[in-house]
């Protein structure tokens, strides 16, 4: 069980606009595995250290300022929210959407998450930043698409700021909330998803192709063999990952444990690849070394030379499709499904959170087994 506390910073801020101010931290402190552990939020509140409440009750922490103790109740509440705790009374939608964006940013490619925090942005200039939860509803979302549309948006722009604002709903447990995006109807018709055959990976698996390029195929198949991994976990795959026959790995997206039981050809590869490399050492040679580079640049830096390689090998190898590196993850999902795997089973391979989202995967994938129900029918 957590507890959580309001707490001034030790020492004022010693450079820029709040030079001289003493910031207000939420501290959350539990118990794990028999110790005490204590993590501290920033709340982007910051006061005179004259005007502190020192051992205030609860909604008087700052002297005489009403307004501000609301901001750090707002703070406080979200805080817990974002924790699981059940909390009373309003929370601004931003307060709480910008603390789990602090809680998500060591999770999330750095792109993902400054999108992410753009896409707030851009809500909270539109909604205003004391939108509390109650008060969004499908009037409010519907003015959303259109002042979107105004500013020159598609449809698919829109949907992507909706995931966005769906992410921060179900965060705060306001499912219900969540469900009026799903309400919005949308022109926009998602591109077909592209994966490859098993005629395809056949030739993937034979053609003969230099080295390089042969390290490019074989990093496309290990990443299908191993249930359709993606790219930049592949990428940073280390030889030290392998161990009694398993291999283990989180995945950097979502932060999600996956143990794998490779089947002998994923072996093959990485049993090539790995050969007199050390455990800490990368399987594949995709990373730059480059001295002051981020992991997030090098694993972007080496999926974008992989996926021009890919496109000269599908054409050597006769194959018109646009193929990179994410088609694994296609592949993968469209070759378990036409086997009849269940959906849950290729849910939990791919990691996704809920069934929908893998049917929803696996419908843009096509209408393959239509196609088949037509030929029994008619061919």
């Known amino acids: 069980m957590a507890t959580f506390n ?52 609860f909604g008087k922490w700052v002297k005489a300022n009403p307004a501000v103790n609301r901001k750090i109740e707002n703070s406080l509440l979200s805080v817990k929210a974002a924790n699981g705790e059940q909390v009373d009374g309003p929370v601004l939608f931003f307060v709480f959407g910008e603390n789990l964006m602090k809680d998500l940013e060591a999770r999330l490619k750095i792109g993902t998450w400054q999108r992410n925090c753009s896409v707030l942005k851009h809500f909270k200039a539109f909604a205003g930043a004391a939108l509390q939860f109650k008060h969004i509803n499908d009037i ?21 700021k909706f995931s966005v604002l769906r992410r921060v709903l179900m965060s705060a447990g306001h499912s219900e ?5 799903d309400k919005v109807k949308f022109r926009y018709k998602p591109k077909k998803k592209v994966a490859l055959t098993r005629d395809e990976i056949s030739v993937f698996e034979t053609f003969k192709l230099s080295k390089d390029y042969r390290e490019i195929a074989d990093f496309l198949l290990f990443c299908i063999y191993n249930w359709g991994m993606r ?31 490779m089947v002998p050809k994923a ?13 800490t050492e990368p399987l594949f040679s995709f990373i730059n070394r480059k001295h002051g580079a981020t992991e997030h640049d090098k694993i972007r830096d080496a999926t974008s030379k992989i996926d021009r390689k890919l496109k000269v090998i599908c054409k050597r190898l006769g194959i018109d499709k646009h193929i990179t590196t994410h088609c694994a993850r296609h592949t993968w999902a469209r070759t378990a499904d036409k086997a009849s795997i269940d959906r849950r089973i290729i849910q939990k391979a791919l990691g996704h959170t809920s069934l929908g989202t893998t049917e929803t995967y696996l419908e843009s994938l096509g209408f393959d087994s239509v196609d088949e129900a037509n030929v029994g029918l008619f061919g």
Not at 177 to 181: G, I, R, T, V
Not at 231 to 260: C, P, Q, V, W
């Open 267 to 279: 072996i093959d590869i990485f049993k090539k690849y790995s050969a007199g490399k050390k455990p």
């Open 6 to 57: 309001v707490e001034i910073s030790t020492k004022p801020v010693s450079s820029g606009e709040h030079t001289g101010f003493w910031q207000i931290f939420i501290r959350i402190s539990q118990t794990l595995n028999g110790k005490q552990v204590h993590q501290r939020t920033g709340t982007g509140i910051y006061i005179d250290a004259k005007d502190w409440n020192k051992g205030a009750k």
């Open 140 to 160: 409010l979302i519907n003015r959303y698409v259109d002042h979107c549309r105004k500013e020159g948006n598609n449809d698919g722009t829109i949907m992507n």
């Open 177 to 181: 909330k969540a469900f009026l995006l």
């Open 231 to 261: 790219a930049g976990d592949a990428i940073k795959m280390k030889f030290g990952d392998f161990k009694n026959g398993e291999l283990s790995y989180n995945a950097r997206k979502t932060d999600h444990a996956f143990t794998i039981d």
